[in-house]
Nanobody
Framework: QVQLVESGGGLVQDGGSLRLSCAAS????????MGWYRQAPGKQRDLVARITSGGSTNYADSVKGRFTISRDNAKNTVYLQMNSLKPEDTAVYYC???????????WGKGTLVTVSS
């Protein structure tokens, strides 16, 4: 059974930092691209950052230069280091991947990040 479990969310002040983690099981982690998405209240879920199996990354324009996605294949874990956080970064952050066959979306349950001004 494929499972993604996020952790690391919380309350932080404007300008602060947090590191999110997503532990994966039930997949060949090293072969899968992994992503972080976020959804603020009343808004759609948007891509924040993505990392391929080869380590290539891409970021939403709003987080470039502030957030860094990385992966540890030995630990089946993907990270999102978030620096210089802003109140507009407040959202539930979700880990995402797809299955090897059929490309079915797999989502974690999410972790809440709240940035106070």
């Amino acid at each position: 059974q494929v499972q993604l479990v996020e952790s690391g969310g919380g309350l932080v002040q404007d300008g602060g930092s947090l590191r999110l983690s997503c532990a994966a099981s039930g997949i060949t982690f090293s072969a899968r691209a992994m992503g972080w998405y976020r959804q603020a209240p009343g808004k759609q879920r948007d891509l924040v950052a993505r990392i391929t199996s080869g380590g290539s990354t891409n970021y939403a324009d709003s987080v470039k230069g502030r957030f860094t996605i990385s992966r540890d294949n030995a630990k089946n874990t993907v990270y999102l280091q978030m620096n210089s956080l802003k109140p507009e970064d407040t959202a539930v952050y979700y880990c995402h991947t797809t299955t090897t066959y059929y490309g079915i979306d797999i989502w974690g349950k999410g972790t809440l990040v709240t940035v106070s001004s």
